[in-house]
């Protein structure tokens, strides 16, 4: 799936976040992982409480990425259900003169699969 999303020149850092914690909660809640627990617990915590949900976030900040990993219960491998990264940016102009960015995500997992097959 491609998103696209509007930022202002300042703030596209704190945009492009935001897009991609919606993205991951919402492929959290698919698996039925309780995000507000998750989201409360500290570094170390979280990290242990999703493994203990057979899921691996990685998190590729240079790259502007992620990927989630699962493990089913009939698999000791993980395998990725989801993968999510900035594109491309494109610094434009607003009738007014002031710059913004147009920002371009790419974004795939089992959600849209699921959807594609109903």
């Known amino acids: 799936m491609i998103t696209k999303i509007l930022a202002d020149f ?3 850092l704190e945009a492009i976040e935001e897009q991609k914690k919606f993205w991951i909660y919402d492929v959290l809640t698919f698996l039925n992982i309780e995000v507000d627990k998750w989201e409360e617990l500290p570094g170390d915590l979280a ?3 999703l493994n203990s949900n057979r899921v691996n976030i990685l998190d ?3 790259k502007m990425a992620v990927k989630i990993e699962y493990r089913s219960e009939a698999n000791q491998s993980f395998e990725i259900i ?3 990264i900035v594109s ?3 610094l434009k ?5 002031k710059l913004y960015y147009e920002i371009v ?3 795939w997992s ?4 699921r959807i594609a097959e109903d």
């Open 105 to 107: 995500i790419e974004s």
């Open 93 to 97: 102009r607003d009738d007014q003169n």
């Open 10 to 12: 300042n703030g596209h």
């Open 110 to 113: 089992v959600i849209e699969e």
């Open 60 to 62: 590729y900040p240079d």
């Open 47 to 49: 990290i242990k409480f």
């Open 88 to 90: 491309d940016f494109f």
């Open 82 to 84: 989801g993968e999510w």
